[in-house]
């Protein structure tokens, strides 16, 4: 994604605000993680501030339809293994910096809550990163996240990067979202039946098939 230097923007805020709507609230979690809990009649979550990091999402009636791993380190600087992890500013390992950390460093940033919602059930949390606040990382390459996490009966999902310098920017960004199944030998996945791959456990090329 190659973002054009936008200089006519105000920059948020970023402050947590005092106030949070009924439904919504602010705790410690495992490691004295902050996070973000909501609680409604339409559904529950949880969003962690280091890395924005969404580890719950359960629809009122349902089961929690993200996975997370017993395993999982929940310690500053750690990333969470599960949920919704936020990749940026590049996917996967980077290229040409061996370590550099693994789908880049905001899921493992610490995030503000600029905002709180609630709304017919529906919570609106936004959060955000000032990267030139990272120490040693893109110190050249500043730019604004503000990643929108929304609660109801659907889970929405919306990151805006705002580039704050003066030439274009190009990142890479993703939702590297961990989904809860019953059983692994009975799950499927359509939609991409023509669609190449490569299996990260064996490294083997997948060819197209047809099905799911």
């Known amino acids: 994604m190659n973002i054009a230097p936008l200089t006519d923007i105000a920059p948020a805020t970023g402050a947590t605000p005092l106030g949070l709507p009924e439904g919504v609230r602010l705790e410690d979690g495992p490691g004295g993680l902050r996070r973000v809990v909501v609680e409604t009649p339409v559904a529950s979550a949880v969003v962690y501030l280091q890395g924005a990091h969404v580890t719950s999402w359960v629809p009122a009636g349902h089961a929690d339809a993200l996975w997370v791993s017993r395993r999982s380190d929940f310690a500053p600087g750690a990333p969470i293994r599960g949920g919704v992890p936020v990749c940026y500013p590049w996917f996967g390992p980077h290229r040409t910096d061996g370590a550099a950390p693994l789908h880049g460093y905001a899921r493992t940033a610490v995030w503000e809550l600029e905002s709180a ?10 959060f955000t990163l000032d990267t030139a606040g990272i120490p040693g990382v893109l110190a050249h390459e500043p730019a604004l996240l503000r990643y929108t996490v929304s609660v109801g009966a659907e889970l929405g999902l919306a990151l805006q990067v705002t580039n704050d310098g003066p030439a274009p920017l190009v990142v890479e960004e993703a939702f590297h979202t961990y989904l809860a199944v019953g059983d692994t030998r009975r799950a499927s996945l359509r939609g991409l039946e023509d669609t190449p791959g490569v299996d990260r456990l064996t490294g083997r090329q997948l060819v197209p098939t047809g099905g799911p």
């Open 117 to 126: 919602d609630e709304a017919d059930g529906v919570a609106t949390l936004t």
